[in-house]
């Protein structure tokens, strides 16, 4: 059996089109230049009925016309070669890029549903349907949610990787993409490596799809829990101020006042977490949220005890049964279900757990200080003014009428920060700290490539693009929601 090719049968065809598309486009991008900087200008423009109307093209006109045709040539060759991975099973014919494409088919397809869907219904879904008018915010938001669709159907789904991510198979060490997995059928493996082999023998394809698992289940969530810390000290800081607002602001200050990267690497290195500290810590932070949506119910119902009562209490039993699963560690000190251990529902490794914890506490004091700020400026409006005469409570005005009128900045800084904290776990697993070391995520599989990048760039090309394309998609979707959250 021959190594795969990139392109395979399809090569022939499609290929060509793809290298004039970007030859017309660049040719085009130069005349357009060329022609803007001697002082062409567009062509004539009338209006008719209240609309422009183009009367008359000029040179530059048509050089920005062959550039969209160019690119949507680009793109038509892109999508052919997404459907033909998907149609067509025999990879030696869809060649290594469609073969990858058609391994993504549950991805295409989710993503399809979601933006057919939400384009549908952008009219009656906020601020997120606003979302679908910005292109940049549709590019991004597509961008994101193409890696949560591949950690879900990838991680614990296992739809599309192709082997398991620590499998060894001897000869494969260092293969380049497409190499032949030997005495595949026999032993019942995928046939090839699609993306080729580590320094250890491993699938670069399968590694990178489960790196995107380790991501998605650590850096959504711990910003979040992150914001809930923020957003319950940041809130009462702003509104009431004094020396409520000094004491907070200066632990906030004391923990900024630390590189982000260094107070990380601390927090995380093994000598720290021996001692305990990062399990201790979570058992005080994971309070914050239980409080959060505590206090949040209470004053939203708080005139209505026939439903407040119930609810607070199946929440607080809920909550409280997954904030002993969380820190519950057996032989410390937090030993809280004790002999009780079958109510434990999970257990998170020591290595996320840490890691989890890190990033809650380094992004709290900057979701704070926003969360202060925005506060001193909100609690002067007067729709505050109108809540505290109709006699509401000060929780209830924080909650209800402050904090959904803060939210297009904290949306905005929600995914903003999200792209940090995988930075930051990029940079943890480049380094060796933080996750364990056979763990398939993208610093630490970017880590062990580039020992060797000088002659194999296939291990840690793959995951750095993965990477570089969610931080990009995250900071393009915050930039589509500060467009849209400017115009609410």
């Excluded at 990267?261 to 005080?284: K, Q």
């Excluded at 570089?468 to 915050?478: K, Y």
Aim: net charge neutral; aromatic share 12%.
């Amino acid at each position: 059996m021959e190594p795969l090719t990139w392109t395979g049968d399809l090569g022939p065809v499609l290929t060509p089109l793809m290298m004039a598309a970007v030859a017309v486009f660049v040719l085009a991008l130069v005349a357009n230049w060329g022609l803007s900087l001697a002082g062409v200008k567009s062509g004539e423009i009338a209006y008719e009925n209240g609309q422009a109307v183009l009367v008359a093209r000029s040179p530059l006109d048509y050089s920005a016309l062959a550039m969209k045709y160019a690119i949507l040539l680009f793109l038509a060759c892109c999508v052919a070669y997404i459907l033909a991975g998907m149609l067509i099973a025999d990879p030696r014919t869809a060649g290594i890029i469609g073969t990858v494409a058609g391994r993504f088919a549950p991805v295409w397809i989710a993503l399809a549903a979601t933006f057919a869907l939400s384009i549908a219904f952008k009219r009656r879904l906020g601020l997120y349907g606003k979302l679908f008018d910005s292109t940049i915010g549709m590019i991004g938001f597509g961008i994101v949610m193409f890696w949560v669709f591949a950690a879900i159907f990838g991680g614990p789904l296992g739809l599309i990787v192709t082997h398991d991510a620590l499998d060894q198979i001897s000869g494969l060490k260092n293969e380049p993409p497409g190499a032949v997995v030997p005495n595949a059928a026999a032993d019942g493996l995928y046939p090839y490596y699609l993306l080729g082999g580590d320094n250890l023998a491993r699938d670069v394809f399968s590694r990178m799809v489960e790196g995107a698992w380790e991501v998605m289940k650590i850096a959504p969530f711990a910003t979040l829990f992150a914001f809930m810390v923020g957003i319950t000290l940041g809130l009462p800081a702003g509104f009431y101020g004094g020396r409520l607002d000094t004491v907070l602001s200066f632990l906030a200050n004391l923990i900024l006042a630390f590189p982000v990267i260094l107070l990380f690497y601390l927090l995380v290195t093994p000598e720290i977490v021996a001692t305990g500290i990062p399990v201790y810590m979570a058992a005080v932070l994971f309070l914050f949220p239980i409080l959060f949506i505590a206090v949040m119910i209470n004053s939203r119902y708080y005139t209505r005890p026939a439903v407040r009562t119930p609810v607070l209490a199946v929440l607080l039993v809920g909550l409280g049964w997954l904030y002993l699963s969380l820190v519950h560690q057996p032989g410390t000190r937090i030993d809280f279900l004790g002999p009780l251990t079958f109510l434990d529902l999970f257990d998170i490794p020591g290595g996320i757990l840490v890691v989890f914890v890190a990033v809650m506490f380094v992004n709290s004091p900057t979701v704070f200080r926003i969360v202060r700020g925005l506060t001193m400026d909100i609690k002067t409006r007067d729709y505050v003014a109108a809540a505290q005469t109709r006699g509401e409570g000060v929780w209830y005005i924080m909650l209800w009428e402050i904090l959904p009128n803060a939210r297009g900045p904290l949306i905005v800084d929600f995914c903003l920060r999200i792209g940090y904290t995988t930075i930051l776990l990029g940079t943890l697993g480049f380094f060796g700290l933080g996750l364990p070391p056979e763990s398939p995520d993208w610093g630490s599989t970017i880590n062990e490539g580039r020992k060797l990048l000088s002659i194999y760039l296939h291990p840690a090309l793959p995951p750095a693009l993965a990477l570089l394309s969610l931080v990009l998609g995250l900071n393009l979707l915050a930039d589509g929601l500060r467009e849209e959250s400017l115009r609410d």
